[in-house]
């Protein structure tokens, strides 16, 4: 889906700050934020897909003020309550007790866990599916405007670039992130020119990303 959350190559946001000894965790919150958030996937019933299209659907306001692990506890209370594991607003009520205010707790979830389940540990999976395309080929990134999840950068939708590599097949996001099927397809490594992709001024360079096949089309 398109959102903030696809900031990659968007223009106006400054220089990158690379910090050579930044620590992986600033604070001790951010520590107990991280291990949170890979635990709710389990007590939800989810998987990894499911917790990004959270992130996702964070609103944009709350996605840009909260930080990067702000973001990671907002987006497994999502799961929670969205699987029916916690009620809508339980997280607040219980903040707001915590400081001395006195608020009723709800009680009863909504949500219902889903059924999906994976059909192997991990993404990767072996599929008999002949492959469409070869190292070499010239392919176009197809320009998707989805609802739902995917994992298509925007920055290199509708742009043509070059097969570097195969990969191993994996399970499709854009599916499992709703709970609807596994969907394995093969996936390519596609070289683009930096200058194709932001233009005749940009620092001259290639960008290598992994695309799934059916992201991409073949260019005659």
């Known amino acids: 889906m398109d959102g ?4 990659g190559g968007q223009d106006g946001w400054g220089t990158v700050t690379i910090e050579p000894d930044e620590q992986v965790f600033a604070s001790e919150w951010e520590g107990r934020a991280f291990a949170m958030g890979a635990m709710s996937m389990g007590l939800s019933g989810t998987n990894l897909d499911a917790f990004r299209h959270a992130l996702e659907r964070l609103h944009p306001l709350d996605y840009l003020g909260d930080g990067y692990y702000g973001r990671w506890l907002a987006s497994a209370e999502l799961l929670l309550v969205d699987s029916g594991v916690i009620p809508e607003g339980a997280v607040d009520a219980r903040a707001q007790n915590m400081l001395g205010n006195e608020v009723l707790e709800p009680v009863e979830p909504s949500g219902a866990k889903p059924e999906y389940e ?7 999976r072996a599929i008999d599916a002949v492959h469409r395309f070869a190292v070499g080929d010239r392919v176009r990134a197809k320009d998707l405007h989805r609802r739902g999840h995917h994992r298509m950068p925007a920055y290199v939708r509708g742009h043509v670039g070059t097969v570097t590599a195969t990969r191993p097949a994996a399970v499709l996001p854009d599916s499992t992130a709703h709970f609807i099927r596994e969907d394995a397809q093969h996936v390519y490594t596609v070289a ?8 005749s001024d940009a620092e001259s360079s290639t960008l290598n990303i992994d695309l799934f096949e059916s992201y991409m089309e073949a260019v005659s």
Request: cysteine-free; overall charge negative.
């Open 192 to 199: 683009f020119a930096s200058t194709d992709l932001w233009g």
């Open 118 to 124: 994976r059909n192997g540990n991990g993404s990767l």
């Open 4 to 7: 903030i959350h696809d900031m």
